[in-house]
C-alpha cells in the first residue's frame, strides 16, 4: 500500500468516525508558546486544519507563552472550558524545566503532577477526551548533554506515568522528537532539525507536530 | 493607663466579643514551616493559647514545611475549610521567594497574587474571616543587604496592596520586623534578634509573632 | 566660588597635573555591557572625552556584555595590562548578581572579593592607578523591591570595604543613582530615569555617570 | 595469565617505575566533598593507600567541601603547588553544575574550561603530571532523569575533550558510574548504589573510585 493511499484510507476512517457527531469535533490545544505560534500560517494547528476535514474537526489554540502548568490551571475556565470543547489536548512543561534556571520560578515536580490532575480533573467534569503530551525538547542534541534533558525526562515520565494511571491518549512528543533526532542530527545540532532556536519549532517540526497529534486525533476518535 | 490594666482591658473586651459565640471562635493558622513550628511548646501559636482565653479562642496550626502560596491553595479543602474555621490567618510568602535561589522554584510575583486571591475567595465563600500577613524575614539585617530583601519587599507590598483592595486585616510582620530590629539590632546581625536562622523564630521571635497575632485578633473581633 | 568658576579650577588643576606627563593620562574603563556601550556615541565614555582635555587624558573603553569579577580578571592580560594604562576604573557586579536568578551562574560573595582583589594586586603590579566603583542598578525603585537590591547592596558594601582596606578611590554609583532616584523618581519606576531597561543607561544616566567618572579621575590625579 | 597474576605484574611495572624515584611519587588528589571525605577511613584515599606500595607512593588529600573549579585555581598555590606534587588528579565539576540550582553560583561552561585551563597550566609548569576526571553523578538514575544530567553530560564531555587537547590521562568516573549503573541498578534507584545520597560515595562507591583511580595512577607511571 502506497503512503497516499494510505493516508487516504486514514481520511476516510477519520471521516466515518467525525460524521458520527451532529456538529464538528471541536479540540483546543491548550498550551505555551509552542501552541500560541502553532495558529499562525505553517504553525501546528494551521498545517492540522488543511490535514483534518474542516465539517468535522473544529481546531482552537489556547496557547499562551510562557505558560506552565498552574497557568492553565489558572486560566482554564476563560479559555478551554467556556468554549466547551469536546477534545483538549494538553502539551505543557517546557517552561516548568526552563523557568527553574532562567527566572528562579520552575514547577516543583510533585505540584506539576498536582496540577496536571486538577486540570484533567475539571476538564473530565466538563465532559472533554483529555489527551497529554510530553515536553518535547529544550536542545536537539541527542546524547541527552542539553541542560534541561534530565528535567525534560522527569516530567516526561511523569506525564506518561498520568497518563497510564487516568487510561488516557499520550501524545509522547518527547520521544518521537528524540527518535527523529537520533535518525536526522548525525551531527548532535542543539537546534535546526525540528526547532528554530532549541524549543520553538520550524516548519520541520511544525510539521512533525501535526502528523503527530493528527494520528492521536484519529486514535482518540475509535 | 499603665499597659497591664491597658492588657486587661483588651483582654476583657476580646472576652465581651468571644461570649457572643456560642462557641470558641476557631481560629486556622495556615502557613509554612515557621507556622509549623509554632504549636511545638514555645511556638508563636502555642504561646497565643495561653495569652488568649481558651473558652474563647480555638487555635489550630495548619502549617507545613517548604509551603508556597499554591500549596496552601492544594491542600486547603483538607486541611482548613473542613475544619470550619471562623478565622484564617494565611501567613506565607518565604518560601515563594526563598525557593528561586535554593530550588530554582519560587513563584512569579503576578501567579503569588493569583492564587492568594483564589485562597482568599475560597476562605469566604466558606464563611471564614481572613487575616493576611507578610513574610517576616529572611535574614535580620537592617540595611537591606539580605539577599531575598527586594522580593520579600515586592512579596510584601503586593500582600499589603491584596488587603487593601479587599478590605482584609493584615498583620505586617515584614514591617513590624523592620522596626524590631532597627531598634535591637544595632550590629546588623543576619540573625538571632528575632530568628535563630535567619528565617525561623527564637523564643523571642516566638513571642513577638505572638503578640502581633494576639493584636490582629482582637482587632478582628472588634 | 561659582560652580562654573569651581569646575574652571578643578581642570586646571588636572591639566597641571596631566602636564606632568610626557603624554596623556591613559585610563582604561574596564567592565560588562554598561561599559561596552559606553564608548558608542552619547555613551558615558563619550561623554567625558568630550568632558576631559584629549591632549591629558587618553580614554579607552574595555567593557564586554555578561562579563562578571572572574571574566575581567580571565581576560584582563590581554585587554588592559597589554595597553599600559596609567588608571584602570573597574567597573562590575552587576552580573554577579544578576546570573544568579538568569542563569544560574552568579559569583558567591567570598568568590567575588577574592577575584576582586586577584584583578586589584595585578593591576597594582603593573603600576596603574585602581579605582573601584559599585554596581549601579537593577531596576531604579527606591524603597528596596526591586528583586536584585539585596545583593547589590551586599556587593557594593563588599567593594566599599575593599576600597577602604586597600586605600583605593571609590565611585559609589549604586549609593549615586540611589540618591538621585530618590529626588527624581518620586513615582518609584523600575526604569526611565537613568536607564532605559532597569539597567543599561539611557541619556541622562550616561551623563549623570560620565560627571560622577570626571570627579574621580580629577581627585585621582590630585 | 590469571587476573591475580596480571595484578601482581602490574603492581611489579608500578614497582618498577616507582623504584625509579629517589622518594615516593607524591600524588595530590584536588577536589571538593567527595575528595575531602576520601581520606577519612574507608575513604577511596584511605583505601588507595592500603592498595598501593607505601614506599612507592605518597598519597594526599586536597579536596575541600563545596568547591568548584575556580576555587580549585584560588587555593592551588597554597594546597597543591605548594608541597611539589609529582602527579595531581583533579576531580571536579559537581559543584560548578549543582549550585546552579542549589544558590544560583554554578559556572558557565565556557568559564569552567577557562579554569580548567589555567589549573592545568599552572600545574605543568610546576612540572607535575596531570589526570584528569569527569564528575560522577548528581542521582544514580541511568535513564537521564536525574535533573542535573544534562548538564553533567555537558560538562564531562567538555573534560574529555580538555584532556584529548592536551593529551592528558582521563578518569571517566561518569561513564564508570553510569557502566555500573546500567548493570547493577535495575530498579533505577536515585541513590544507594555507589552513593548515600546521589552524590557523596558509599562503601562500594569509595571502593569504585579507589580500583579506577590506581588503574590511572599506573597507567600514568607507564
Chains 1, 2, 3, 4 share one sequence.
Not at 486544519?49 to 497557568?71: S, T, V
Not at 523557568?99 to 515536580?109: A, L, M, N, V
Request: glycine share 8%; aromatic share 8%; hydrophobic share 40%.
Amino acid at each position: 500500500m502506497t503512503i497516499l493511499s494510505r493516508s487516504l484510507l486514514s481520511l476516510s476512517l477519520v471521516g466515518l468516525l467525525a460524521m458520527s457527531f451532529a456538529k464538528p469535533t471541536r479540540v483546543i490545544f491548550f498550551g505555551d508558546s509552542i501552541t500560541q505560534a502553532g495558529v499562525s500560517p505553517g504553525g501546528y494547528i494551521d498545517r492540522l486544519k488543511k490535514m483534518m476535514p474542516a465539517d468535522q474537526f473544529e481546531l482552537i489554540g489556547a496557547g499562551i507563552g510562557g505558560n506552565k502548568i498552574y497557568d492553565l490551571y489558572l486560566r482554564m475556565e476563560d479559555d478551554v472550558l467556556a468554549k466547551q470543547p469536546d477534545v483538549v489536548v494538553v502539551w505543557v512543561g517546557v517552561n516548568d524545566v526552563w523557568h527553574k534556571s532562567s527566572f528562579g520560578t520552575g514547577t516543583d515536580p510533585d505540584k506539576f503532577v498536582k496540577f496536571y490532575e486538577a486540570v484533567i480533573k475539571k476538564l473530565k467534569a466538563a465532559n472533554a477526551r483529555v489527551i497529554l503530551c510530553t515536553p518535547a525538547t529544550i536542545g536537539e542534541k541527542t546524547d541527552f548533554s542539553n541542560q534541561q534533558d534530565g528535567d525534560l525526562n522527569q516530567y516526561s515520565q511523569l506525564i506518561r506515568d498520568l497518563a497510564k494511571r487516568q487510561n488516557l491518549p499520550l501524545v509522547d512528543l518527547r520521544k518521537a522528537f528524540l527518535d527523529y533526532n537520533l535518525k536526522n542530527n548525525p551531527d548532535n545540532k542543539e537546534k535546526g532539525v525540528l526547532t528554530s532556536d532549541r524549543v520553538h519549532l520550524n516548519e520541520a517540526g511544525n510539521q512533525f507536530v501535526a502528523e503527530q497529534m493528527q494520528k492521536a486525533l484519529m486514535e482518540s476518535g475509535k
